[in-house]
């Protein structure tokens, strides 16, 4: 786990630089690419533990 900490405190970092960009966007806008951020970390992520996710199923999950 400790192999995966720092590109999740990567990815959280960019994730909220993005987030903060976002602050003058529309709302409906700005739900859309907060979730296809998160359904982006869940893919990369279980890749990296070996797992293929289907992105279409993660997106629902999380929606």
């Known amino acids: 786990m400790s192999v995966l900490a720092e590109?999740?405190?990567a990815v959280s970092s960019?994730?909220?630089?993005?987030?903060?960009?976002?602050?003058?966007?529309?709302?409906?806008?700005r739900e859309e690419t907060r979730l296809a951020a998160l359904t982006e970390e869940v893919v990369q992520t279980?890749?990296?533990e070996g797992e293929t996710l289907d992105v279409a199923s993660v997106r629902s999950s999380i929606n």
């Open 46 to 48: 279980s890749s990296i």
């Open 7 to 9: 590109p999740m405190t």
């Open 14 to 29: 960019a994730q909220g630089l993005l987030l903060d960009r976002l602050s003058d966007v529309g709302l409906g806008l």
